[in-house]
DNA sequence: AAGTGGTCTAGACCACTGC
DNA sequence: CAGTGGTCTAGACCACTTA
């Protein structure tokens, strides 16, 4: 039994919201620092004289929030401020594609952790909707698609799809596992794509279960969605990247003039 | 009773997440369209046969991805992609300055939207650290700081606090609510504050409960996280803002030369 | 009034961690 | 083995929406 009115008190604050309100307090003022455990849910139960359910769902709302982090059979824990990687304005420019640079190297290394790049996948598919508009391709026209999967000190950090019209990346190292020294970005300018602009859209979401699965990520952390296109001097796209990013390790800048 | 090896199947995907799979894999593929209901929590329980909470939990899952909508009294629909307003790579362009065209009110009409300013709080408080970092002043000090909420077409879009150095507004119109016609960068303008570059760092979380409220934010929505700074031509720092932006109606792009 | 989601109870078994 | 979180059951009352 037992709904808010039960006392007679209408629209009061349910227990398992009070719970909450009440940790989430102690959290945000730093009575509980990050790492430390909470209460198990037997201990919050019992002494807040709910059911064990009541209880739990409070942490279900800290999690969601993203304040707190359960891990089974240890316990539930004030999350840990996480390393952050930012990938800096300038990851695109020449003079990192000409030392042999990659962006996502030139960005790791600049903050001392150590690459690593896994390629999921190389096959050629359909373009989806937002690449065919960017590339000006018809609807489902095939392009080659890139799947990798970055990590930083072997912590997932992005996945990323890259695309290539085949009129572009077709018969090219493109279509093998190593492209070149120096990334993909290096062999497309072998191949006379001369990078000259680049367009960028930021948005976040909450991940599906497989991203979460991909990058490792705990309850109650989105993701940043990165549209990423790339053009030539002529102002021609030549490639365009979909990036998925854990948001509690990422941060993007962007260095812009004005006028 | 009833855990995953019950039935002698170790490991086994437990009821919820498996029937939260189900639903997931018909909105994704378009079976369940934005707007529709789903089935009752009661009428998912007696389906899959389970115990009602346990539908529930099911539901519980795809509401923290962001994917349905659950509304009391009602049902639980598939989420409607919502509108977008995309913050311009231009916004800050001093074409639209001169035309008396704040950047926020250029971007809503753009788009077509009605676009409303609330001036929440203008108030003289220690800067916070990341500001006094940016403004290259000494931690604690005084600066203005302006709380504003967006609105287009009356739904919130942004919460934004702007920092000015007192230096450079004590006495100002930048003190009052309505500083100048073209918005506080006009007036930073007339006080010789000339816009040359940008400097902006994206990222994402969980929104706190009183973003949640202020932004009217559904359950699995993150926010955006934008932090930008204003440098004059002599590459001084004059003024920083801090917004918050539901990630479900807001995307920013951004074009930069390479090299 | 009927149907829906929101919350709670009291109890159970499971899987995982760490002593 | 004890303690923790993960999941489930079967039932209940509440608040809200719709007809």
Redesign the pocket.
């Known amino acids: 039994?037992?709904?808010?009115?039960?006392d007679g008190q209408?629209?009061a604050t349910?227990?398992?919201?009070r719970i909450a309100g009440e940790l989430r307090r102690a959290i945000l003022d730093g009575e509980l620092v990050p790492g430390q455990r909470?209460p198990?849910?037997?201990?919050l139960a019992s002494k807040h004289g709910?059911?064990?359910?009541?209880a739990?769902?409070a942490i279900a709302i800290l999690q969601a929030e993203g304040l707190v982090d359960?891990?089974?059979?240890?316990?539930?824990f004030v999350r840990q401020p996480r390393m952050f990687l930012r990938v800096a304005h300038d990851r695109y420019a020449r003079h990192h594609r000409d030392a042999g640079r990659p962006p996502f190297r030139t960005e790791a290394e600049a903050q001392g952790l150590v690459p690593r790049v896994e390629v999921r996948a190389i096959q050629q598919v359909p373009a989806p909707d937002w690449v065919a508009g960017q590339l000006t391709l018809g609807a489902g026209e095939l392009v080659l698609r890139r799947r990798n999967r970055y990590l930083a000190d072997e912590e997932p950090v992005e996945l990323a799809d890259t695309y290539v019209p085949l009129m572009i990346a077709d018969g090219t190292s493109l279509m093998h596992e190593v492209p070149a020294v120096g990334g993909i970005y290096a062999a497309l300018e072998q191949l006379g794509h001369r990078l000259a602009r680049i367009d960028e859209q930021v948005t976040a979401r909450m991940p599906l279960a497989e991203e979460t699965e991909a990058l490792a990520l705990m309850a109650g952390v989105p993701v940043l969605e990165l549209r990423h296109t790339s053009y030539d001097e002529r102002g021609i796209a030549f490639e365009v990247t979909h990036s998925i990013l854990p948001a509690d390790r990422n941060a993007l800048t962007f260095q812009l003039p004005v006028d």
């Open positions: 039994m037992g709904g808010p009115t039960r209408a629209h349910p227990p398992s919201r909470l198990s849910e037997r201990e709910t059911a064990r359910n009541t739990r769902q359960a891990q089974h059979g240890r316990g539930v």
